[in-house]
C-alpha cells in the first residue's frame, strides 16, 4: 500500500480546521505538522487530529525536510510569502484564497510561480463540490448547447464584524472572489465587468466604506453574459444558487440543506428545514473533494485544482469590479495581460 502524504498545515483557524478534518479523514494523506503562531491552536488542532509535530514558525514546517506538502490557511497577507518559501523548499502547496489583496505582489511571483516545478493550487473549493461539478460537466457535454448565460447568486447569512472587513479587501475581493472564480470555472475569458455596490443595511459595513449588496455583470469572450447577485445577509439562510442558460436548455442547482425530509401540515406543506448554516457546511464535501485532487496533483497526476493564474485572474476580476463600483463605469479586460 502507498504511504499517506505528510502534510504541513500553515494555519489552523477556522479554514485550517476543515483541512485539518479533512485530511484526518483522507487515507491517502497524514496531519504531519501544524503550524500557527498561536501555538495553543496548533497544539490543540494536532491532538484534536491524531497528533502531529507542532511549531509556531512556518519556516521550521518548510526546512523540516519531513512533508510532501504544505496547505497554508493564514491570513492573505501572508500568502505571497509563503507560496514562495514552498516553492524554493521544492514542496507542493494549496494556498487558500485570494492569493493577495494587492495585483502587484501577485505579479512579482507570477514568473516564479509559472517556472515552479511543484503544483501550486489556489483554494477555489467551490469547483470541487459535486453539484457544480455535475453542472460543469453536463454544459460541458453539451447539454444545454451553447452557454450564453450564468446566473450565480451568493448571500451570506449574516455580515461579518466590521474589524474583519477592515481588512477584507472589500466585498468584491473578500466575497465576490468566489464567485468571480465560478464564473471563469465556466467561462474561462472574461472581458468587461460592470459592478454597482450597495450599503442597504449594515451601517458597520458602511462606515468601513464598504457595500453589504452588489450586482456584477461579466461579459465573455464568446458573448457570454455572467451575472452575480450578493449580499452580506439572508432571512432564511446561505444561499447560494447557479443556473446555466444557453439556446437548447437550463441547467440549475439549486441550495441544498442537511436532509431532504419535508414536512406537510395544516399551515404548510412541502416544507424542508433550513439550509446549511453557512461555507463550512455548505461546501464541507467541495473542501474534501479539493483535497482528493491536490493528492493526485502531489502524486504527479495531472493537476485538476485551480492554480496560480485562476488566483490571479479572479484578483483582476475583483480589483476591476471594485473601480466599476466606484467609478460608475464598465471596466474592460484584457485577457492576455
Ligand atoms: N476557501 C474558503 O472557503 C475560505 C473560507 C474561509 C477563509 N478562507 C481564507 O483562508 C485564510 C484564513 O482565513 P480564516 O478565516 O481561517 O482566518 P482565521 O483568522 O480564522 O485563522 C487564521 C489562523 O492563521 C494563524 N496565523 C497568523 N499568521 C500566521 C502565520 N504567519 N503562519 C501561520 N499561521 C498564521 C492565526 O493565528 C490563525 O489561527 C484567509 O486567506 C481567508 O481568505 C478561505
Given at each position: 500500500m502507498t504511504e499517506p502524504l505528510k502534510i504541513g498545515l500553515i494555519g489552523t483557524g477556522r479554514i485550517g480546521q476543515v483541512h485539518a478534518a479533512s485530511i484526518a479523514a483522507l487515507?491517502?494523506?497524514?496531519?504531519?505538522w501544524v503550524c500557527d503562531p498561536f501555538l495553543e491552536s496548533a497544539k490543540s488542532t494536532a491532538e484534536r487530529f491524531g497528533g502531529a509535530q507542532v511549531t509556531a514558525d512556518p519556516a521550521d514546517v518548510l526546512s523540516s525536510g519531513d512533508v510532501d506538502a504544505v496547505i497554508v490557511a493564514s491570513p492573505t497577507p501572508t500568502h505571497v510569502d509563503l507560496i514562495d518559501a514552498a516553492i524554493d523548499a521544492g514542496l507542493p502547496v494549496l494556498c487558500e484564497k485570494p492569493i493577495d489583496l494587492d495585483i502587484e505582489r501577485v505579479d512579482g511571483l507570477r514568473e516564479k510561480a509559472r517556472r515552479a516545478a511543484t503544483p501550486i493550487s489556489l483554494g477555489f473549493n467551490r469547483r470541487f463540490d459535486p453539484h457544480v461539478a455535475e453542472l460543469r460537466r453536463r454544459v460541458g457535454a453539451g447539454d444545454i448547447g451553447g452557454l450564453e448565460q450564468l446566473t450565480i447568486t451568493s448571500r451570506d447569512p449574516a455580515p461579518p464584524p466590521g474589524e474583519y472587513v477592515a481588512v477584507s479587501g472589500g466585498i468584491f475581493r473578500d466575497m465576490t472572489i468566489h464567485d468571480f472564480d465560478m464564473a471563469r470555472f465556466f467561462v474561462p475569458d472574461i472581458v468587461e465587468v460592470t459592478a454597482r455596490g450597495a450599503r442597504q443595511f449594515s451601517a458597520e459595513i458602511a462606515a468601513e466604506g464598504d457595500y453589504d449588496a452588489a450586482v456584477v455583470t461579466l461579459r465573455g469572450a464568446s458573448g457570454e453574459l455572467v451575472t452575480i447577485t450578493n449580499s452580506r445577509h439572508s432571512a432564511y439562510g446561505y444561499d447560494q444558487r447557479i443556473e446555466a442558460f444557453g439556446d437548447a436548455g437550463m441547467l440549475q442547482v439549486g441550495n441544498v440543506g442537511p436532509t431532504v425530509v419535508r414536512s406537510y401540515g395544516a399551515s404548510s406543506v412541502e416544507a424542508q428545514g433550513p439550509y446549511h448554516n453557512f461555507f463550512l457546511e455548505r461546501y464541507s464535501d467541495a473542501y474534501r473533494l479539493e483535497l482528493v485532487a491536490f493528492a493526485a496533483a502531489i502524486r504527479g497526476d495531472e493537476q485538476t485544482n485551480p492554480g496560480f493564474e485562476d488566483g490571479r485572474a479572479a484578483l483582476i476580476l475583483a480589483d476591476a469590479a471594485a473601480r466599476s463600483a466606484a467609478e460608475g463605469v464598465s471596466v474592460e479586460i484584457d485577457p492576455n495581460a
Amino acid at each position: 500500500m502507498t504511504e499517506p502524504l505528510k502534510i504541513g498545515l500553515i494555519g489552523t483557524g477556522r479554514i485550517g480546521q476543515v483541512h485539518a478534518a479533512s485530511i484526518a479523514a483522507l487515507p491517502g494523506l497524514a496531519l504531519h505538522w501544524v503550524c500557527d503562531p498561536f501555538l495553543e491552536s496548533a497544539k490543540s488542532t494536532a491532538e484534536r487530529f491524531g497528533g502531529a509535530q507542532v511549531t509556531a514558525d512556518p519556516a521550521d514546517v518548510l526546512s523540516s525536510g519531513d512533508v510532501d506538502a504544505v496547505i497554508v490557511a493564514s491570513p492573505t497577507p501572508t500568502h505571497v510569502d509563503l507560496i514562495d518559501a514552498a516553492i524554493d523548499a521544492g514542496l507542493p502547496v494549496l494556498c487558500e484564497k485570494p492569493i493577495d489583496l494587492d495585483i502587484e505582489r501577485v505579479d512579482g511571483l507570477r514568473e516564479k510561480a509559472r517556472r515552479a516545478a511543484t503544483p501550486i493550487s489556489l483554494g477555489f473549493n467551490r469547483r470541487f463540490d459535486p453539484h457544480v461539478a455535475e453542472l460543469r460537466r453536463r454544459v460541458g457535454a453539451g447539454d444545454i448547447g451553447g452557454l450564453e448565460q450564468l446566473t450565480i447568486t451568493s448571500r451570506d447569512p449574516a455580515p461579518p464584524p466590521g474589524e474583519y472587513v477592515a481588512v477584507s479587501g472589500g466585498i468584491f475581493r473578500d466575497m465576490t472572489i468566489h464567485d468571480f472564480d465560478m464564473a471563469r470555472f465556466f467561462v474561462p475569458d472574461i472581458v468587461e465587468v460592470t459592478a454597482r455596490g450597495a450599503r442597504q443595511f449594515s451601517a458597520e459595513i458602511a462606515a468601513e466604506g464598504d457595500y453589504d449588496a452588489a450586482v456584477v455583470t461579466l461579459r465573455g469572450a464568446s458573448g457570454e453574459l455572467v451575472t452575480i447577485t450578493n449580499s452580506r445577509h439572508s432571512a432564511y439562510g446561505y444561499d447560494q444558487r447557479i443556473e446555466a442558460f444557453g439556446d437548447a436548455g437550463m441547467l440549475q442547482v439549486g441550495n441544498v440543506g442537511p436532509t431532504v425530509v419535508r414536512s406537510y401540515g395544516a399551515s404548510s406543506v412541502e416544507a424542508q428545514g433550513p439550509y446549511h448554516n453557512f461555507f463550512l457546511e455548505r461546501y464541507s464535501d467541495a473542501y474534501r473533494l479539493e483535497l482528493v485532487a491536490f493528492a493526485a496533483a502531489i502524486r504527479g497526476d495531472e493537476q485538476t485544482n485551480p492554480g496560480f493564474e485562476d488566483g490571479r485572474a479572479a484578483l483582476i476580476l475583483a480589483d476591476a469590479a471594485a473601480r466599476s463600483a466606484a467609478e460608475g463605469v464598465s471596466v474592460e479586460i484584457d485577457p492576455n495581460a
